[in-house]
């Protein structure tokens, strides 16, 4: 059975900074691409960061977080990680951890075969 479960969400003031983890189980995981994924209150759902499997290219960061957020990986412990510093009200949202076998490594994009269940980012102004 395979299960991503997100942790470290929290409401945060304005200039803070957080980490997100996500504990992965059920998969191969050193092989998978994984991301972290964020909605916001009327928004569609977008890809933050990506990260690919051992050995197959580079984090990608979207624009809007590219300086502030880091995705990181634990091959060892199953995890991945986002930090996030210099946060902004909008970065509020629900925040999703996303593993997928196909990485688009020249843009940085994949498309889940397995999610989270989402976890609540909130920043104050």
């Known amino acids: 059975q395979v299960q991503l479960v997100e942790s470290g969400g929290e409401l945060v003031q304005a200039g803070g900074s957080l980490r997100l983890s996500c504990a992965v189980s059920g998969v191969d995981f050193a092989n998978e691409a994984m991301g972290w994924f964020r909605q916001g209150p009327g928004k569609l759902r977008e890809l933050v960061a990506s990260i690919p499997g051992v050995g197959l290219g580079t984090p990608h960061h979207a624009d809007s977080v590219k300086g502030r957020f880091t995705i990181s990986r634990d091959n060892a412990e199953n995890m991945v990680y986002l930090q996030m510093t210099e946060l902004k009200p909008e970065d509020t949202a629900v925040y999703y951890c996303?593993?997928?076998?196909?990485?688009?490594?020249?843009?940085?994009?994949?498309?889940?075969?397995?999610w989270g269940q989402g976890i609540q980012v909130t920043v104050s102004s």
């Open positions: 996303g593993a997928a076998l196909k990485y688009m490594a020249s843009l940085g994009q994949l498309v889940p075969d397995h």
